[in-house]
């Protein structure tokens, strides 16, 4: 058995290569849940339906958000009449948050998200980190500001002096996965408000430091691949840099995937982890995916 901890961009793409070389009923993925509220009347649990959609292959991989070729007819009229919204949420994943949000009258989160999964044919077991709302403020130049407010209204622009969220409690499972793992995968996922969030939760380190745990660099040089990461690091206080993401790990970590444009790193790495696998992590096609999971996969020992 595999477990991943996943956000919703890096590691859902290196999702799509492991989906291809490991049987999914022996995945188990914990999304986090940091950034989920409700929008415009529905819950949205933004990295747990990526990850849904992607193992489903309903996934919109150019933006790593909602349904593929989904329209967009209530968005639209949303602002015709005068109730705009933050998200762009397309009609087709609209009803999946809707099917979710009605679900949640009756059940928990990780519950709503089990159904859904098995509704969308899913085997693998896709448990979100925690069925508690998180809450989370951007601390920028120009104030505090909530997470999706940083993110979409301000584009991510302003200066970030420090990233806050509160403590939240596990789901049910999480720990007995880890447990039970061959291997735990942590995806190249933002490390502040992607990872560090499931490594927050009571008892996930601890079980992290008795398991063979692998992690892929989502910082290649001294940037994101895509999104804020490198300003959260930045605000934190980390080293923008591979460097500085097996230093995150550093407790419980056995082996890291690093880039191959950081091949110089390797030296400075391997003082923070034994073993330092090195090699294209871009992940532009799903070649590129396969590749990089089946290399993560042939390194469990
Ligand atoms: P979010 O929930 O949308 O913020 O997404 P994640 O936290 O899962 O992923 C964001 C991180 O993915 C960023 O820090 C990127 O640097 C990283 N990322 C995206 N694509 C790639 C890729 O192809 N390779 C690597 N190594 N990192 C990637």
New binding site residues.
Partial sequence: MITVL????????LLQGIKEIVDPSELTIVV?TLENDYFAGVYVS??IDTVLYTMSDLINDEL?YGIKDDTFITHERLEEIGCGELLRIGDKDRATKIQKTLLMEKYDLAKACEIQAKNMGLACNIIPMSNENSDIKIVTDIGELEFHDFLIKHQSEPEVLDVKFSKVKPCEGIIDAINKSDAVII????PI??ILPILSLDGVRDALKNAYVVA?????GND????P?SKFMKAMGIDVSAVGVASLYDDFLDAIVI?EKDDDKKVKVNQIINKVIVTN????NLDAKKNLAEIIIENIP
């Fill in positions: 996943s956000g919703g961009t890096g590691t859902p793409k986090n933004a990295d790593w995806g190249p996922s933002n408000t992607s892929v660099s989502p910082i290649i994101s691949v895509s999104g990461a880039d992590t871009i992940m532009n």
